[in-house]
Structures are given as structure tokens and as C-alpha cells.
């Protein structure tokens, strides 16, 4: 019977790619202005209290930018250090709850050097 190997990686440190996946997976492309992380971090921006990804998808909506996907691209700005968990959670419309994140001064860093 073969033994199962017991990984010592915590799930943030495993990649955003598997290990079959094309070198262009592996490298980080740069923030584009406009593009779905830009519109979310905005967002989180102008959040005073901080947002579950849900509630940053729905501002956005609300904003004229329907985002599929949504909750990877609020993953894609934690893994960054763009936005980070407040500990808080609060429910979302699944009834289940979610993390409330909030921008970090790297992220404001970002934003304001857009405008």
C-alpha cells in the first residue's frame, strides 16, 4: 500500500498554476487601467469599511462593469498585497460568510498613480 505524502505547504503558498501550465501562466502580467482588477480596486478604494468580494462586485455593477469572475480577480489583489483581509466577515447572499477585505497603502499607491 503506498503512504501519502503529507505536504507541509500552506494553501497560500501553492501556486496559481499547475506545474503542466506554459511558462506565460507562471509570470504575473502587470495591472492594466481599466481592466477588472483596476475597476475592483478602484472600488476598494472608496470603501471606508471594507467589502466581501461579493459586495465589490455589486458596487461595480452598479458602476456599469458586469464582472464574471469577480471573486478571482479580488484573489489575484490579496495574492498581490493590493487589498487585504480585515479578520471581519460578514454574510453574503448565499447566506454564507465572506471575508471583508480593504485596500492596502500599496493598492492606494496603485490607484492614485493612475489618476
Known amino acids: 500500500m503506498a503512504q501519502r505524502m503529507e505536504s507541509k505547504m500552506t494553501f497560500m503558498e501553492l501556486p496559481l498554476f499547475r506545474s503542466t501550465d506554459p511558462e506565460t501562466s507562471r509570470q504575473v502580467s502587470p495591472m492594466r ?3 477588472h482588477r483596476a475597476i475592483l480596486l ?3 478604494a472608496d470603501a471606508i469599511l471594507g467589502l466581501t468580494d461579493e459586495e ?4 461595480a455593477s452598479g458602476q456599469g462593469h458586469e ?12 495574492t498581490a498585497g493590493l487589498i487585504h483581509d480585515l479578520g471581519i466577515r460578514r454574510t453574503l447572499s448565499t447566506g454564507s460568510q465572506g471575508i471583508v477585505c480593504a485596500i492596502t497603502q500599496s493598492g492606494i499607491d496603485m490607484v492614485r498613480g493612475w489618476a
Not at 56 to 59: M, P, Q
Not at 67 to 78: A, E, F, H, N, V
Open 42 to 44: 478602484a472600488i476598494y
Open 56 to 59: 465589490a462586485a455589486l458596487r
Open 33 to 35: 487601467v481599466n481592466s
Open 67 to 78: 464582472i464574471k469572475g469577480y471573486w478571482k480577480r479580488c484573489s489575484d489583489l490579496r
